[in-house]
């Protein structure tokens, strides 16, 4: 019986969500509940293990961290007209049977990335499609198992680049896949080539100075800076 810690305190990783034994049906069972309790979970699931974690009192700090790194990509790109970006944040990619991941941030670049058609799963097959360029989780509460099980699960993924942004330490960890399967830290950006972990430390610096919109007008000054 897949369990959950929904009522419980969120002042400590293990109080929100623990791996636990399952089976592909019982993550798809969870997945399908149509329960208003399962509208805001997000799901991860590794063989014979699921974690079930409880994003329905998500703070203030979460938001904000989310939809700056999502801002950032916009603005990155606008330097790049040419390049075709998508981006998928939150949504579920499964491999059926096998894993299944929600990634707070998922970027694609270039061509053939997944496009809903009626009909079809809601989800993304990885299956059917190719995975990701990047995935990244804002690590709040959950930077332990976010460095650990999920980093481990998105390599066996083989998505190319994985960031953990720490919103206590306000610092991002970027990580690249390597030959030999496993990741890599990294100072600069694959899929943002050019992007270098300095100037996101340093972006992420600029929230506790002011809102959202003064630390990405301070982001886009910068890499205008770069490019002038």
Request: hydrophobic share 35%; with cysteine.
């Amino acid at each position: 019986m897949i369990t959950t810690s929904k009522n419980s305190t969120q002042s400590s990783e293990s109080s929100i969500a623990t791996w636990q034994p399952a089976t592909w049906q019982d993550y798809l069972n969870y997945r399908d509940d149509p329960s208003p309790d399962t509208a805001k979970a997000r799901l991860f699931f590794n063989g014979d293990q699921l974690l079930i974690t409880d994003m329905s009192g998500e703070g203030i700090n979460h938001s904000g961290f989310n939809n700056l790194l999502t801002m950032i990509f916009v603005l990155w790109f606008i330097q790049f007209p040419e390049q075709k970006f998508r981006s998928l944040g939150g949504c579920l990619l499964e491999k059926p049977e096998i894993q299944a991941v929600s990634p707070d941030l998922v970027l694609y670049l270039g061509e053939n990335s997944p496009v809903w058609q009626e009909g079809e799963s809601r989800y993304i097959n990885l299956n059917k499609w190719r995975v990701p360029d990047l995935v990244g989780e804002i690590s709040d509460t959950t930077l332990a198992t976010d460095l650990d099980e999920k980093k481990q699960l998105y390599a066996a993924l083989e998505i190319p680049e994985y960031w953990v942004i720490s919103v206590r330490a306000k610092q991002v960890l970027m990580f690249i896949l390597q030959e030999n399967g496993k990741y890599a830290e990294s100072d600069e950006s694959q899929a943002l080539v050019g992007l270098r972990v300095e100037l996101l430390n340093q972006t992420l610096e600029q929230l506790d100075q002011g809102e959202t919109g003064q630390a990405t007008r301070w982001f886009y000054q910068q890499i205008q800076k770069q490019i002038s």
